[in-house]
């Protein structure tokens, strides 16, 4: 199916967080945007993630009787992200976050609430808040998008309960306390009537949470404003009217077609996770080619932007955000990459190690500083191996990656070699390639410790940070147990991006850049395709989609004022 119309007002490639922000924009200002994308769902990355928006200073804070300030904020960052680098595009950040929210919220069908109980990654500096500048989705019915639901990205299997029931943080807590308590079993029990139902209709569950309900919510917003999404495209180039972008041309089955866009374009591909060429020249030497990133991250919008003569950022000191993930085989043979989140690292009982058998991080920290740590030890080598090594009382009562907790049988993911067992810490060494007597060093020193809640080594559950991340059942520290309990298990992890933070140079506008500073007039650029702001750094949760939910929307304002970057002739047509 080939677009409706020859010209649109905007043209957004790619629907992802910021990209669909900036379209629902542009439309609830009145502009016919299309929106086109290569694969046949919408959501992107995001329809995988935690759904997690870092906006400080917003106004649900408040209205959950937090305090903040944007000068707060610009004193967390001013340690947290030290270079002057892209200082006034965090500038631009924090002053219109907050109305980019209240804006989305009045017009479109996006609906956020405070997380009050979710501190920034580093606490202790100044300007550091414990909660409320993280935002989460409000949980969405995914009927509610009738046929169209079937456009929208599943999450990942292995993060849901069944393969398709979504929960959120809250059912979360519930679901492991069952057989414990009267209310959090009858929740649970709750969940899974409700979930029973919904699959007597529905390939999915579809009570929708975290990134799956934002992306839903930003789907709901262009489909109740008829914005036209052409899926499955390819966009071949970008059309040029002398120095400005005036529209794209896509390739569709075996056609190729010229669309005009009368005021810009926009890129919002997801960046270049999975274009090994890229990653080979910008990524670190030992960063390897895992992804967590949606496959459909291939540099397009790079590409694109780099024949108009736009110039890349290259002011990162990572050139991605990171986490570490292990990898496993699918039922029906496709390769999975499961990302582990602090929020499972930071739970008591689990180390990791390197190849030596020896602990190199505070696990409780952020999943990108885990990451960072494995490159620095692994000192550019590729395939160095990592492992996260644990007992059976953590395996029963966390899980460990897609393996659920309370899992009676672990066979068969010892059967594929994806987890590894020994009855002792000795024969454990001994399967994964260390000397024993190195990781039973290792487990002893942080058992000795562990055995009264603390880590002299690295300080696990020394920040309300870390400690908001573990387990706050279990005393003294939340995020520190010993590893006693025989079998002892270990699973190897590698590093892997969530999304690239080296990307298109743009203005507090999200106008694409060229090398000497100037504009492209019609071109703009938002989420992945539009280098950090915070130039690789990770100060909170929530960074990977606050900058590319404000951007996108910047980006749709600013296409909306009448008289943006139109051509003479298109001015004169309005």
Not at 67 to 75: E, L, P, T
Not at 409 to 431: C, F, M, W
Request: glycine share 10%; proline share 6%.
């Amino acid at each position: 199916m080939m677009p409706a119309h020859e010209t649109y007002d905007v043209i957004v490639v790619g629907a992802g967080a910021g990209g669909m922000t900036a379209a629902a924009v542009a439309a609830a200002e009145g502009l016919r945007v299309l929106v086109i994308e290569k694969t046949a769902f919408v959501g992107g990355t995001m329809a995988w993630s935690d759904g997690l928006v870092w906006i400080p200073a917003n106004a649900k804070m408040k209205q959950a009787g937090l305090s903040d300030s944007v000068a707060d904020a610009v004193q967390y960052l001013s340690s947290t992200v030290p270079e002057p680098a892209n200082a006034g595009l965090r500038a631009a950040f924090l002053a219109r976050g907050p109305e980019a929210i209240a804006w989305l919220e009045a017009n479109t069908e996006v609906r956020l609430e405070a997380v009050k109980a979710c501190p920034d990654h580093y606490p202790e500096r100044l300007g550091a808040t414990a909660g409320g500048r993280v935002l989460e989705p409000v949980a969405f019915e995914g009927t509610l998008l009738g046929k169209a639901f079937a456009r929208l990205r599943a999450p990942l299997p292995e993060l849901t309960l069944f393969g398709e029931m979504m929960v959120d943080r809250l059912d979360l807590q519930h679901l492991r306390r069952i057989g414990k308590s009267l209310r959090p079993t009858f929740r649970a029990a709750g969940l899974v009537a409700r979930y029973a139902l919904q699959r007597l209709r529905h390939p999915r569950g579809t009570s929708l949470h975290l990134g799956n309900a934002l992306a839903a919510r930003l789907y709901a917003s262009l489909l109740s404003r008829q914005v036209e999404i052409l899926f499955s495209a390819d966009v071949e180039d970008l059309s040029m009217q002398g120095n400005r972008v005036a529209g794209v041309v896509i390739r569709h089955g075996a056609r190729n077609r010229l669309i005009a866009a009368r005021r810009g374009v926009v890129l919002a591909t997801g960046g270049f996770s999975h274009d090994a060429s890229l990653r080979k020249r910008l990524f670190p030497s030992g960063a390897g080619l895992v992804s967590a990133a949606s496959p459909s991250s291939t540099g397009d919008g790079i590409r694109l932007a780099t024949t108009a003569g736009a110039a890349l950022n290259m002011d990162a000191t990572s050139a991605a955000y990171w986490v570490p993930a292990s990898l496993f085989r699918r039922a029906d043979g496709s390769r999975g990459v499961f990302p582990h989140m602090e929020t499972e690292l930071a739970k008591p009982g689990v180390i990791a190690v390197n190849a030596a058998g020896r602990r190199f991080i505070n696990e409780a920290q952020s999943s990108h500083a885990f990451v960072l740590a494995m490159l620095r030890d692994g000192n550019g080598v590729p395939e160095r191996p990592f492992y996260l090594i644990c007992d059976r009382a953590f395996l029963r009562n966390y899980g460990l990656g897609r393996i659920k907790p309370f899992t009676r049988n672990v066979r068969r993911y010892v059967a594929s070699g994806e987890l590894i067992e020994a009855p002792d810490v000795a024969q454990l060494a001994t399967k994964i390639g260390i000397k024993p007597s190195s990781l039973s060093a290792t487990i002893a020193a942080y058992n000795a410790g562990a055995k009264e809640g603390r880590d002299p080594e690295f300080g696990r559950g020394s920040t309300i940070s870390q400690r908001h991340l573990g387990d706050a059942a279990h005393k003294p520290n939340p995020c520190v147990a010993p590893i006693v309990r025989p079998p002892f298990f270990a699973l190897r992890i590698y590093p892997a991006d969530l999304g690239t933070a080296i990307g298109m140079k743009v203005d507090a506008q999200a106008r694409v850049l060229r090398e000497d500073g100037t504009p492209i007039a019609g071109l703009y650029a938002c989420g992945n395709d539009m280098a950090s702001i915070m130039n690789g750094h990770c100060p909170a949760p929530g960074i990977m989609l606050g900058p590319p939910l404000t951007f996108g929307y910047i980006a749709g304002r600013h296409l909306a004022e009448r008289t943006t970057n139109l051509p003479s002739a298109a001015k004169a047509s309005v």
